[in-house]
């Protein structure tokens, strides 16, 4: 009787092995404390989440998605999650598989890894700027964003400078310079970059009077 017990244990603890790495190949994502991470991703989302110590509690999941509509990256809070306190929020990180803009389309392949680690710790200052905000306000927040340049601009800028006082300042800058100084992206997009987000030149004279402070 106990031989039996014990067989029906083994195929089921194989069957469950068998089943969780099933699991880990249909999404290829990576489960850590607080965190999920794509595979692809874990060298990048590791170097960029290294410069913010403080998320070390906060539940982000890093998510790909075939395309998202006129960005790259976009970080918002997990709507299911808003009722919960401001401690318990969870975020998510959603990134393009294939960037797309104005007729352009770029893979995540494509894109350097410092300037991913750039982008990706511009995001994490969206984070740290949301972690601050009560619900309401962080859903008043989400409204401005469609309806008020200007509030994106404040936005994006809080972002960051959210980075450059994590030391992100040279991946900051080269994820600028990568959109601003590349032929393929559109006209449209890099006015709209230089016209909402601090430029290259703007993030290194932050840097120093920052360092000087
Ligand atoms: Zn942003």
Request: positive net charge.
């Amino acid at each position: 009787m106990y031989r039996i017990y014990i067989s029906i244990k083994l195929i089921l603890t194989g069957f469950c092995i068998l089943a969780s790495n099933y699991i880990m190949a249909i999404s290829n994502n990576i489960h850590l404390k607080n965190k999920i991470i794509p595979e692809a991703l874990i060298n990048e989302v590791g170097t960029a989440l290294s410069y913010y110590p403080e998320l070390a509690e906060t539940r982000i999941e890093f998510k790909l998605k075939p395309s998202l509509k006129k960005s790259f990256m976009k970080a918002q809070p997990k709507f299911s999650s808003l009722i919960k306190s401001k401690g318990k929020r969870e975020y998510v990180i959603l990134i393009s598989k294939v960037f797309k803009i104005d007729g352009m389309q770029l893979p995540l392949a494509d894109i350097p890894k410092n300037v991913l680690i750039g982008w990706l710790g511009h995001e994490l200052g969206h984070i740290m700027d949301y972690k601050n905000r009560n619900t309401i306000n962080l859903i008043w927040f989400g409204i401005r964003y469609f309806f008020s340049q200007n509030h994106i601009r404040e936005a994006e800028r809080i972002a960051d400078v959210y980075a450059i006082t994590h030391q992100m300042q040279q991946y900051i800058v080269e994820t600028k310079r990568f959109i601003l100084n590349n032929g393929n992206f559109p006209m449209v997009y890099k006015d709209r970059i230089r016209k909402l987000y601090l430029s290259p030149d703007e993030i290194l004279s932050l840097a120093r009077e920052l360092e000087g402070n």
